[in-house]
Structures are given as structure tokens and as C-alpha cells.
């Protein structure tokens, strides 16, 4: 029988599934095997959901504009990258592709970059 | 299941998925996502990875390089250089963030700053940010006042002047002044520098509005009012998370009458 993870994958995805639970909850909920926490969190508390759901996505995604601290330039100058010889020698290693690990040459061009 | 490997105007696209999970991803972002190799997502809301994992034939989830206590800059580097490592391999790919992917995320600018020197086309998909649902959360029309944002520690930083009569969001105030990775729960004296910041500008009773738009369909938005004068310890006791809506003292006086008059004809 389906369980609580298949129901909050499904309230994702099927979007007349979502609209029926919300008309009638137990009826949406009558083919999932849930324990009465569980039905609880998803018909009263808020916050119960909140905790099964887990890390808040508010979490990842945090500014790094602090990175951009030493710089006074308005944008990213592509010409004055070109310029500069390390970046030059990063992109280079990058092209070369001879690197066993292809990631390192390209996490190198990052640091010179950002 | 995917279309990836036909024609493609671009090797890497960047595509916001929204902030409440798969019911926010626009037509547009779906069908990007579905004609690339391989998607890396930094998404945690429930059921989005396996739900791109039905479009996509390759996804990774990016959550894992985030190291608690460790500096934001360099996972936000290996990120972006995992997107350029694919897409020089195997384009198209894909990067996919949740909320806009263009708004407070530095994987993305590096991605496109290496896109411009390695001669790799980028495009751009806007997704729904948190400025859009903060909007439907407060029910405010930006038109009204206008509107005046800033990220918070950006706001201390460089002590930017705030204008009363212009509504102000704050972004990411529990990241205030913290340049890693942090779950833990922020302390009163964090931020008080905030509160006495906005002191300068507001009067102590005056309202200010927190916003935590609901990440999954059946959660609500979390909003709460608080007032300046108590605002470090309402936020240290708060959620810990979202951003503050400030508005107007007062509304800024009309100065133009002959315009207010062309306006007003007829009315």
C-alpha cells in the first residue's frame, strides 16, 4: 500500500490529485497507508509537515555577494579576463583536455574568475 | 522520456523552478529541462529531484558539496564548475535552482562568466522567485509606492541609504553577516545591528512585516508582524528564515499639480 512519501510525491505532481485532497482529505487520503501522526501533520499541523518535509530550500541558496567585495567593476569584463594571464593559462589547461580529472583545470578558471 | 541530444540553441541553460516545488515549474523550464543530457539541481523541496528524474535522463543534486559550518564561495565554485566540466563534455545541460535563477545565486554568474570565455552558449530561464510569492503572500502591488530592496548584510555593509516612503524588502536576513554555511539558530545580538540600522530611518513602533513563502504545496506562507523597537529578539524567537517586508512611514507628497492635473481630467 502506498505510504507518505508516495502521497506527498504525488500532491507534486498531480495537480487534480492536490485539488481533491483539498476538497476532501479523507477521501484523497483513503488509499494510503498512514499512521495517525502522520494523517495528523497532513489534516491539522502545519508544523509537523514543516519537519517531515525537512531543510528549508531558504537554506542553499545564499547570497555571495560578499565575493564581489574587492571588485569596483560594474560587470563581468570578458576582455579584461582574456587579458589577465593567469585566466589565459586557466582557459588554456581547460581546452587542453589532458587532464586526468577534467574538473580541476575548470574549478581552477573558477577561482580566477569569481 | 527526454528529447536531449537533438538540436539545442545552447550548451548550458540556467532555469529557475519556483519556490513551492514541481507546481511552480513553468512550461517553458520543463521542456528545457527535458532536452538537455543532464540537469544539476540545487533544489531540497520534497519530490523535485525524482520528479526531474521522470524529464531527464542524468540529474545530480548539487545539496551535497554544502558543508555545514565551511565557506559559501568555494561550493558555490564546484558547483558551477561541475555545470562547465558536463557541458564541455556533453552539452546541452542543464542548471536548475529553486526560486529565480538568476537572483541570489553566485553559481550561476560564475557559469556564465566561464560560458564567455570558453565560447559555451548560455541561456536563461526565469522561474518564480520569493519576490513574486511575497507579493501574493502580502497581497502589495509594487506599483503603488514603488519598491526598494536589498540584501541585508549588503544593507550594514555599505550602509545604503533607505528611503521611509518607498516599501523596503530585506533579503535573507538570518544570513546576516555569515559568510558559511549555517543552520544553526542566529542570537538577539546578531541582529541588532539591523535593528539599530533601521532606527535611523524608522520610527521604534513602526511595523515590520517577516515572510516565509510556503515551500511545498500543502504548507502556508509564515507571515509575522513585528515591531522595529523589539525586532532582534522577535527574530532570534522567529522562524529564522525569509525576508522582511518594511513599508512606508508615510506616503511621499505629490509635488507635480500640473501633471496631477492632466491626470485627474475627466475623473
Known amino acids: 500500500m502506498p505510504n507518505l512519501d508516495d502521497f506527498l510525491l504525488r500532491i507534486q505532481t498531480d495537480h487534480s490529485f492536490y485539488l481533491r485532497f483539498r476538497q476532501n482529505p479523507e477521501e484523497a487520503l483513503g488509499s494510503y497507508e498512514l499512521s495517525a501522526e502522520e494523517r495528523a501533520a497532513l489534516t491539522e499541523s502545519g508544523e509537523q509537515l514543516r519537519v517531515r518535509l525537512g531543510q528549508l530550500n531558504s537554506y542553499w541558496k545564499t547570497s555571495c555577494t560578499h565575493a564581489l567585495l574587492g571588485s569596483g567593476e560594474l560587470g563581468f569584463d570578458v576582455t579584461a579576463a582574456l587579458g589577465r594571464s593567469e585566466v589565459k593559462n586557466a582557459i588554456d589547461q581547460v581546452r587542453a583536455g589532458t587532464h586526468a580529472d577534467s574538473l580541476k583545470p575548470v574549478l581552477a578558471l573558477m577561482e580566477k574568475i569569481g | ?267
Open chain 2, 1 to 267: 522520456m527526454t528529447d536531449a541530444g537533438k538540436f539545442s540553441p545552447f550548451d548550458i541553460a540556467i532555469v529557475g523552478l519556483g519556490i513551492v516545488g514541481v507546481h511552480q515549474i513553468t512550461r517553458e523550464v520543463g521542456e528545457t529541462i527535458q532536452r538537455c543530457r543532464h540537469t544539476f539541481v540545487v533544489d531540497g523541496g520534497f519530490g523535485v529531484v525524482p520528479y526531474l528524474k521522470t524529464i531527464c535522463a542524468e540529474v545530480t543534486s548539487l545539496l551535497p558539496f554544502y558543508e555545514r559550518g565551511k565557506e559559501r564561495l568555494p561550493t558555490y565554485r564546484r558547483m558551477a564548475a561541475e555545470v562547465i566540466n558536463a557541458a564541455i563534455a556533453r552539452s546541452p545541460v542543464c542548471f536548475a535552482t529553486y526560486g529565480h535563477p538568476l537572483v541570489y545565486c553566485y553559481p550561476a554568474i560564475l557559469i556564465q562568466r566561464a560560458a564567455k570565455l570558453l565560447n559555451l552558449r548560455v541561456e536563461a530561464f526565469p522561474g518564480i522567485s520569493s519576490l513574486d510569492t511575497l507579493f501574493v503572500d502580502l497581497g502589495i502591488d509594487a506599483a503603488t509606492d514603488g519598491l526598494q530592496m536589498y540584501e541585508t548584510t549588503d544593507l550594514l555593509l555599505r550602509r545604503r541609504p533607505l528611503q521611509n516612503d518607498v516599501p523596503c524588502i530585506l533579503w535573507q536576513v538570518n544570513a546576516i553577516a555569515e559568510p558559511t554555511y549555517e543552520t544553526d539558530r542566529r542570537s538577539a545580538d546578531q541582529f541588532l545591528p539591523l535593528q539599530n540600522y533601521l532606527l535611523e530611518f524608522y520610527p521604534p513602533e513602526h511595523p515590520i512585516t517577516l515572510v516565509l513563502s510556503k515551500t511545498f504545496p500543502l504548507l502556508g506562507s509564515t507571515v509575522e508582524t513585528y515591531r522595529l523597537g523589539t525586532l532582534a529578539s522577535d527574530l532570534e524567537r522567529g522562524p529564522q528564515s525569509g525576508n522582511l517586508y518594511i513599508p512606508v512611514v508615510r506616503r511621499r507628497a505629490i509635488v507635480d499639480y500640473e501633471l496631477l492635473e492632466k491626470l485627474t481630467v475627466g475623473t
